[in-house]
Structure formats: structure tokens, C-alpha cells
């Protein structure tokens, strides 16, 4: 075990997409932990696009990261050390363990989950973790998909999309998903099952989504806003359901950005546009875990990660999830699982 | 009864606020109805925002007004002459009568709705009707409010928006009001009951919300769409519900108009932004209208309405509701009431 704990801070908040000098790395010495709290060995990092959002000083539904504060972010440890009756060493955890080599579980209170013995570390922080869970409580408590619908997903070869569009699938649903690259189109449509998929950067999106959805667009799962947003909208049907997932295509933006010039289909097609905040749905996971099991035990649902190595490379590595360079879940390997 | 029928016709699709030269005025003979069918004569054509909406050429909940069509329009007005079961001479009938001086009930299947003696017709165009139903509708249905609760009304003096605060005030919240003239505000706060209401002409709006809403909005019933609506969304609390009614600051532009750059809100807030439209509640009208009744005998929602004389005026009317000059449902009165 080192006696050093290597950190990457925020040194300054990012303006458009994320440099290297939003950044600094410190290195201080391993946390002590007191009565209650157990020392983790960070493993994996979940990057996520929201991560992008906890950087600027604008209020959401947690709190900026601070200037010098260790940049926050979701991830799994191996438990090394426990003054606590919650943790063993060799318990591994998930939890908010931060852009650093360890953490500690049970600090002020913030608990981390242990995972259960025998579950792939990269599932846990895929398909099961938080992007899964997303997807499978996002598209079914508010996008509500019904057999013989059609359903529209962005963002569809990320870990989210992917996962909401199979989900949909299993629903009985015709799913078209839109990617970035003819790889991700390929990939969705034939390893994932999707019935068609739009590469946005070389189709012509209107075109290619009256093509693709005949009978209009039930349920848009969105996770990238801006002109997909508005050019689904022109294609929604009458009590069509648009679940707000993210808007990737916003998070670096630098000036406002104007909303969908057309909402008012939601008018004309009494329509609704509805967000949601996975946190909400923490007490459900249980469900969702063993639902998403049973089909990714069925092969129903498939799912990748792609693993970025280095605690020093996770600013660099959040960059590709807005160029659109990750396949799949984007982790950040720290140190090894244990074998 | 007169022998021929004044009309207005549509001559050119209007570019941004209606010009006269939009329309054309036509005398043709008196209709001659066949079985089935009835002879109105229109008393009151109901001058609402939507008409604006029908007559540009894209699609809708109804097809535009085709070049050279009367003007769609509801209103009320006489059966002087009928071939149906359906309708006696004297009946007070209820339909799409357009902007003309004679309307045939029955037409292509188009049937009116007998109206009950004794109502009203300027009631029955207002709080009995489509603007009074929209607010039952949309407020109830669609915003759900809780008791407790604080409810944003914008267009707050507008036949809807008024309504609509006071079936508000009813369910036992705060409900704050935005209109456009300290006299609208007035009315709004000291004879309708809103708590508070917000000149959005002179005063500003984030400050006002803030001090009018310290616990937030919890709904908000928007006729105005624009700057208002994103306004208000900077302002929602979690779960909030934005009722899309209208946005009648938007229905005369004559480019693209940007929709709210802050629509993530409803992510952050896990809220919901949700359109209807208020004929597919006809069937329920019924029950809105017997509720309405209640609560107009107790004087708990008050209304009034605003009179244009002479249908050659109605052209000229529907702009009041654009500029704001109109106080409470906007009617052009065709033709006397029976005495």
C-alpha cells in the first residue's frame, strides 16, 4: 500500500470544453481514518458527463465542486483498511470515491455500498451501476414505452442510450437510435438489435428519421439536446413522451444556449418533456439490478466498457465523452482489481 | 332575415401581425341548407389566440385556413331555419360558426351544440366555454395542484389564465399572476383573489418571482411562452409542473423564435413540461361546466368579456389579444341577441 495519496484537484472552472489547466494534482498523505470510516483503494473511476456540469458554479442538484476541492466523481474501491462494522478489507465499494488514488468510506456520514461478491467490477459501474439504472428507470417510469411503439434514442452507443434503446427493445418497441460514427450505427444496429440508427454527423437527421419511425415517434429518450432535440420534435406523435435525459451538446457551451424553437409541438401533439435525476431512484436500484440481471444474463442486454488507464489521464478522458471518441462506459483505471 | 351573407374570407397568409389586407370581405347568397341540416344566424364569433395559428400554412391540431376559406372561428348563435331533428328555430347553438354572418349546422357531419335556456351567451363563450374548459382542463388535469402549493399564472388577465388562477386560488394555493398593465395586475390581485401579480412591462421579472414565490413554483400555467416561461423555469421547484397552454408571444414572429435556453431545469428539478389541447376534453365538458356552475353561483371565480361590435371589426380584434388591449374574453358580436 503506498503512503501517499495522489489527488486531481480543480484549480480553475472550465470555460467550454476541459483543458488541463482546470486542473492540478497533489499529492498528500493517506488519509487517517477515524472510528467509522475504512480506507478504499480506489479502483475505478465512472466518468460521466455530469461530472462536466459539478465544474461549473452554477447551482444543481448537488453542488459545484469547489476551486481546490478534489474533483467528484462515482466509482468502486477495494476496502483496505475499516474502523467500521459496515466495511471488511476486501469488501469492494462503490460510492462517490473522488479523482484520487484513495478514498474513505463513511466520512460525514457518506456511506459507500458494498458490492456483492462475484460481480464484474465494470458491470457494476455499467450496466448495473448508474448509467443502467438511468436507462432502465429513465425509460420506463417516464418515457413509458407500450408494445408497437416507436421509440427514438440519442446519444444511442453510449452506455446510457445503449442500454435505454435494448430495454425498449425488450418492451416490444420498433427503436431507432442516433450515434455519432457508421462504427456506433453498425454496432447498435447489429450487435445491439436496434432497428435503425442515424449517424447524425453524416445524415441528414429529418430525412433519415421520416425514413426510419413511419408512424412518428412515441418516446425520445434524449441524452444530447440542441438540433436532435428539435428535429425529433418535429416528428412526435400525439402523447408522445420526451424523457430529458441530458444534453451532452450543451455542457461545453460557453454562450446560452436557445431551447428547442419548436416546443410548442407539445402543444399541438399534447405532448410532454420530462426530466428525471437518477438519485431519486436509489431506494428502486434493487429492482432495477435484478431485472437488468435477468436480461443481461439472457443476453437481451448488452453493454461495453471502454478503459482509460491512469488517475492522471481522467481529465483528458471526460473530453471524449462530448467528441463522441468512447465506446461504451468510460472508466478510469487507477489501480488493479484485486485477483 | 337578411337574404345574402357577409363573410371574411382569407385573402393572404399574414406575416407577422394580421393586416387588413389579409382578408377580404365577400356578400354571397343566404346558404340553402339540405335535410339534416340548419340555418344560424351568428351572433358572437369567440376571437381566440389559436385562430392566429390556423391561419399560417403548417400543420396543427387543424388543418389551416386555406386561401380564399372563411375564417375558422367558434361562436354562438340562432337556429332561424332547420331540416334536422337535431335543431328547432330559436335554439341558441354552439359551434365552429366562422367569420360570417350565417353558419349551417349539420353541414358534413359538423353538428353544433344546442345550448341550454337560460345561459348566458356571453358566459357560455367564456367561462362555459373553450377559454373557461382550457382553464378547468389545464389546471386540474395537466398542473395538478396541491394544496399549499404555489401556482404561476402568466397572461394572468387573459380569459384562460384568469380563470385558471382562481380554480387555483379554489384547490388552496398561493397563486401569483403576470400581466401587462398595472390595471390588469390590479384586477387580477383585488377582484380575482390572486395573491400577487406581476406588471411584466415594468416591473422585473426574476426579482418579483423571487419576492412573490420565496418557496418557489410549484406550477406553472403558461399562455405567454418567451422570456416568460424561461423566467419561470429558473424559478420551479422539484417535481414542478409547467402546463404548455399557449405562447401567445410568439404566434406573430416571423422568424424562428428560440425556446427556453434553460430547459435542463427540468432535469435539475425532475419536472415536467407538458402541452394539450382542449378538444380532447370535450367529452368532459360536461363535468367542467357543472363544476364551473358551482362556482360561479358562489362567486368564487368571476369573469368578463370584452365586446367588439360589427364582424368587419373582427380582423382588428384578434390583434387586441396580441398587444394586450383586450380585458377578458374577446367576442365580436355579429348580430343582437334574441330578446
New interface residues.
Partial sequence: MSSTNRQILLASRPVGMIRDECFRSETTPLPEIRDGEALVRNIYLSIDPTIRGWLDDS???LPPVQIGEVVRCGGVGEVVESKSPNYQPGDIVFGMIGWQEYSVAGRDGQEMNVLPKGLPLTAALSVFGVTGMTAYFGMLEIGKPVEGETVVVSGAAGATGSVAGQIAKIQGCRVVGIAGSDEKCAWVRDELGFDDCINYKTEKIPERLRESCPQGVDVFFDNV?GQILENVLDRINQRARVV????IS?YNATE??????????????????????IM?YIPRFGEGIMKMGGWVGEGKVKFLVDIVDGLENAPSAINRLFTGANNGKLLVKVSDEPS
Fill in positions: 447551482e444543481s442538484y439536446g430529458l435525459c441530458g444534453a450543451q446560452k444556449v436557445p431551447g428547442p424553437s419548436n416546443y410548442m409541438q407539445l402543444v399541438i401533439q399534447r405532448a410532454r418533456m420530462e426530466g428525471f435525476i431519486d
